[in-house]
DNA sequence: TTTAGCACTCCTTGCCTCCGAGTGCTAAAG
DNA sequence: CTTTAGCACTCGGAGGCAAGGAGTGCTAAA
């Protein structure tokens, strides 16, 4: 059953009360922000009706309402009037944007960080990658008689290098001969046929050969396996401690621990609409049913999206949030998508 | 003019009373704890002098005494019993340690999360490195017609690579040179020289090996930067929450701010002693004066020190913060003095 | 120097009242 | 049938007040 439309300007102006002050709003107070002249006793029927349904709520008798999680939902299905962002908040997101973001990874968790300062409220980011993540290349460099440089490059173009000391002496042609055989046998495969592969090559190769081998292989069945375990980064917690719902310490406790320890649980984005908003307790998790998140996602080039989130009380700005957030997302894949990855983007407009 | 005997223990026993219930102590409560039979009265007259001399304060008229700063001073140095860690305490600080941490500036933040976790204190953790960083070595590695692989080792063995976009495509001798160019004239110099050399060959070198030098010296230039402006990581700034004074919601915050927007400004170490503790206002940080720090440092090999610090109310359990993070400093040095980490640089050249 | 005793201070807690914002309901007006 | 005015009622919050209790300082005796 459809609401009229002065249920829905009713609503509409209690949430957009109640997100402002975080103070229930009562009858009068509505009647005076209703276009034409009502009173509040029309009002005070209409409220009535407003609660029986469950958009509404009154946290004890004789005092204002408040929106229930579904009142929300109403709200940002079809309430909220799109904001749109004045030129200093685009300026000031593209801004942000400036600095140059030179890994992958690096990115991901500055993307996070912008969000959270630029909203005000906390934040996450995560990459979404494939899982079927392999080494591309291998290349070692030698350095000098004790050292040498591993460098891999992985299927999804990022570059990874680490020094390793060089237990014994090898003459100049060990390294590049080594490299060749990496790059044949060890490559577009996964942590644990390394692994096998390398077990095969024993009784093959001399045990000179086989440590290097073992050092190189190490440490990329490492990266490989930090690849695939994807990390979560959380920022800006403190500023839950804003919002007067979050004064009770307790609460504001577990939240924040939450999102420091449980990262991994955050929620993300189910079907494939470009943003989500899920408003308390329609998030799984028991730790934010009383919050809302919002999430957006962004291209990253390569099979790659990033996610970032934003987590706050129900009561969230969500008409401001999602604006700008969704802005933030396609900047972001503009930047990626268009340009490729890692590269350099500071001949842009 | 030293403190009798007795009076020292009262301290202590008001000192470590209070940090385990954050609540003021009694004289009565005291006469229990001591040794012997004393009266409350007697104990009284002790608490008055104590105040007198400053070691103790009440929070009002009629209320159990708590220590001042220096009271917690006295203690720290004098009277505060080495906490020695049970078999389970360097278990689990053995087991944190057991993740292999591969890259310097990954190090440091993990250094620091451990140490939040473990202690259940807010942390922050930096590297101090030296300041005069240069680049040691360059290679350039052919990927294929589009890109193409820098890799940067710095003078502190630190190796970076990043993947490239290659505008125009070279032929197979092109890249070896640039590096030889690179390796001769921009090796050991500071990011300003770097720019100032690149300067004197815009009309020596075409304009394709210019903009291959330039992209890889802006490469270059910002990692020197990145490595100079040393980056502080904090953890655990919701673990205040869970300590009675920080109840109040907007001290909270004030604190947790200033943690993670004010990184820089937390406090380094003075002096060369492995171990600092500072006490409320013995912080120049207003911000901090109503909290404690204790703070330690740890070799990386190279001229470098690792640096963590922990922080918490004045009530803060100085004892056990303390052994955990002097034995927590010694392991980390143990590990990366001894071994393996980013490198040892045996050869001088 | 220590101790017992006592009056005093001041915080905490609970209780009570008052106030006002806001409600639901009823009855009259449109 | 809908809207409005009027009125009694509810309930949380603020303020005041008294009782309780923990703890003190002081004095006088051991």
Redesign the interface.
């Known amino acids: 059953m459809e609401l009229t439309d002065r249920k829905k300007q009713i609503l509409k102006i209690v949430v957009d009360g109640y997100i402002a002050t975080a103070e229930p709003l009562g009858s009068k107070a509505i009647a005076e922000k209703m276009p034409g002249k009502i009173s509040s006793a029309t009002i005070r029927n209409e409220l009535a009706e407003l609660v029986e349904l469950g958009y509404l709520e009154q946290p004890h008798t004789s005092s204002g309402r408040i929106p229930t999680p579904k009142g929300y939902r109403l709200y940002v299905n079809e309430l909220m009037e799109q904001h749109t962002l004045s030129a200093e908040e685009t300026a000031s997101i593209n801004a942000s944007l400036g600095g ?1 973001m ?2 992958v990874d690096q990115l991901v968790s500055q993307a996070g960080q912008m969000v959270s300062r630029f909203m005000g409220y906390p934040s996450y980011a995560m990459a979404e990658g494939r899982r079927d993540i392999s080494v591309r ?1 291998f ?1 070692l ?1 030698a ?5 040498f ?1 591993a ?1 891999v ?1 992985l299927s999804d ?9 060089l237990t014994l002496p090898v003459d100049g042609q060990t390294l590049p001969e080594i490299s060749h055989l990496l790059n044949t046998h060890f490559t577009g495969i996964g942590p644990e046929e390394i692994s096998r592969h390398l077990m095969n090559l024993t009784d093959q190769v001399s045990g000179q050969w086989f440590l290097l081998l073992n050092q190189v292989c190490d440490y990329a069945r ?1 990266l490989l396996q930090e690849a695939a375990h994807q990390s979560v980064f959380t ?4 500023q839950l ?2 919002f007067p719902e ?2 009770d ?2 609460k ?2 577990d939240l ?2 939450f999102m ?1 320890d449980n990262k991994e649980n955050l929620p993300v984005p189910t079907g494939d609409s470009p943003m989500q908003i899920l408003i308390g307790p329609e998030n799984v998790n028991d730790a934010l049913k009383e919050s809302s998140v919002v999430i957006a996602s962004y291209d990253i080039g390569e099979n790659m999206r990033g996610l970032v989130g934003v987590v706050g009380p129900t009561r969230m700005d969500y008409a401001t949030v999602a604006a700008r957030l969704s802005y933030f997302a396609e900047s972001l894949s503009r930047m990626f998508g268009a340009g ?5 983007e500071d001949t842009k407009e």
Chains 1, 2 share one sequence.
Do not use: N
């Not at 490729?340 to 350099?344: G, M």
């Open positions: 140059k030179a890994q290349r290349e460099i350095v000098d008689s004790g050292s440089i460098v490059m173009s990022r570059v990874k290098s680490q020094l390793m000391p490492q920022t800006g917690a403190s401690l804003k979050f004064r310490v307790d504001a406790h924040m621990s420091v490729q990855l890692p590269a350099k």
